[in-house]
């Protein structure tokens, strides 16, 4: 574990020859693999100084002094925002992955940095035609929109989209797509419209290196997504390239 750990923790250096910054870990059932991974949430999300991590690197040090220093100097100031992936949820990795950071930001009190994603903007699109229409403005286009999504009951189709599109859903941006297509003979289209888009925007975004060194992520039983077609290998190999 100790040697694993400080391959993993050496990854967030800011050395130009530290190139490896993906990592998959694998190995049998029970052998503290998910362990690793709450150890890790730990030493990134926290400061180096809290009594956590301070009474971390006293137990490291009771059996390895030179390895306890390492991993303690490795560390640096500051801290990370560290996002868990839930994999038992059967979504597609890349609206868990959105949703997880959202929920990360919401824990560490910072929602006042944004995730750009198309599905904010898909959001914004719905809610600025509503408020046109409260304020008695023209409604021909929303009215077609609304057609698309359910003739039965629009209203009804309406609200369970926008509550996915919160929620990160790939199929409620694909039923927004289509009705958005069909009304105005064109796809909705935003600077940031997938996940790698998103991510270079939050990692780029001054509040968000204000707050914090860096992003972790962290997704267990990845297997399972692999396995299960929840994450496209391309899309796996952006995310490793970036």
Known sequence: HRKAFLEL?????PDRSNKDKVFMLTGSFGTGKSHLCLMLANYFSRKAV???LQAFFDNWGRRDPAG????HAMRGEGRYLVA???????????????????EALEREGAEDIETESHFKGALRWIEGREKRRGA????GAFNDFL???????AETALEDLKK?????????????????????????????????DVLEDLL????????????????????YTLSENMIKMSMFHNLAEM
């Open 164 to 196: 996915s599109l919160g929620e990160n859903s790939s199929k409620a941006m694909d039923s927004f797509q289509y009705a958005y297509q069909e009304t105005t003979g064109q796809r909705f289209t935003m600077r940031n419209d997938n996940v790698i």
């Open 84 to 102: 868990i992936c839930e994999f038992g949820e059967g979504r597609p990795f890349e609206d868990m992955l959105l949703s997880s950071i959202e």
């Open 136 to 139: 008695g403005g023209p409604t």
């Open 9 to 13: 923790a050496q990854s967030q250096l």
């Open 204 to 223: 780029h975004s001054p509040d968000f290196k204000k707050r914090f060194r860096g992003l972790v992520i962290l997704a267990d039983e990845f297997g």
């Open 50 to 52: 809290s009594p956590e």
């Open 147 to 153: 057609q698309y999504l359910d003739r039965e009951d």
């Open 68 to 71: 306890a220093s390492q991993v």
